[in-house]
Nanobody, 126 residues
Framework: EVQLQASGGGLVQPGGSLTLSCATS????????IAWFRQAPGKEREGVAC????????YYADTAKGRFTVSRNNPKNTAALQMDSLQPEDTAVYYC???????????????????WGKGTQVTVSS
């Protein structure tokens, strides 16, 4: 059974930091890119960041560049999203998802992702 579970969300003040983790099982982690998405109430889902199967290629949405860092630990089948300088507009449910490295997926929209995990709530508020 394929499982992806995002964790590490919570309430943080503006300017604060959080690190989200994505624990996975049930598929060959090394063969998949891992992407992070978020969805705020009343808004479309948006891609935040993506890391390729080897960890070398990375994508960041403009809203994440310079503030978020995506990483992965292949031996542990996990990925992480370090988020710094958080702002209220970063409030959303964050999800991790996986796509075969050779597939035609879009880390901006989530099109073509093979597996999705349950999300974790991030709330940025004073």
């Amino acid at each position: 059974e394929v499982q992806l579970q995002a964790s590490g969300g919570g309430l943080v003040q503006p300017g604060g930091s959080l690190t989200l983790s994505c624990a996975t099982s049930g598929f060959i982690f090394d063969d998949y890119a891992i992407a992070w998405f978020r969805q705020a109430p009343g808004k479309e889902r948006e891609g935040v960041a993506c890391v390729g199967s080897s960890g070398e290629r990375k994508y960041y949405a403009d809203t994440a560049k310079g503030r978020f860092t995506v990483s992965r630990n292949n031996p542990k089948n996990t990925a992480a999203l370090q988020m710094d300088s958080l702002q209220p507009e970063d409030t959303a449910v964050y999800y991790c998802a996986a796509a075969r490295y050779y597939s035609d997926y879009d880390p901006r929209s989530g099109r073509g992702m093979d597996y999705w995990g349950k999300g974790t709530q991030v709330t940025v508020s004073s």
